[in-house]
């Protein structure tokens, strides 16, 4: 079974800080890079960064040096700390494997929305 939920998203004021939470199936976690996404109001979806299954990162260009994408593999669960969030930042937050984002396989979604 395949299943993707995002949690944590909310409200916050610019500067502040959140942490999204992405609870994956097994099947969908366990060796594979998993990476977060966003879709802005009228925007394409992006990709916000990545994460191999050893814990390797990467991320845009437009969060790096606030976000930060951790994973637990025993917990199947991969994590986005954002701090110093700006306005720009508000989105839907998905999580998503490569394979599954080009398949267009989406999760619910987090919203976070940020007030200047």
């Known amino acids: 079974q395949v299943q993707l939920v995002e949690s944590g998203g909310g409200l916050v004021q610019a500067g502040g800080s959140l942490r999204l939470s992405c609870a994956a199936s097994?099947?969908?976690?366990?060796?594979?890079?998993m990476a977060w996404y966003r879709q802005a109001p009228g925007e394409q979806r992006e990709l916000v960064g990545t994460i191999t299954s050893d814990g390797s990162t990467n991320y845009a260009d437009s969060v790096k040096g606030r976000f930060t994408i951790s994973r637990d593999n025993a917990k199947n669960t991969m994590y986005l700390q954002m701090n110093s969030l700006k306005p720009e930042d508000t989105a839907v937050y998905y999580c998503?494997?490569?394979?599954?984002?080009?398949?267009?396989?989406w999760g619910q979604g987090t919203q976070v929305t940020v007030s200047s």
């Open positions: 097994r099947s969908i976690f366990r060796t594979n890079t």
């Open positions: 998503n494997t490569p394979f599954l984002a080009q398949r267009n396989y």
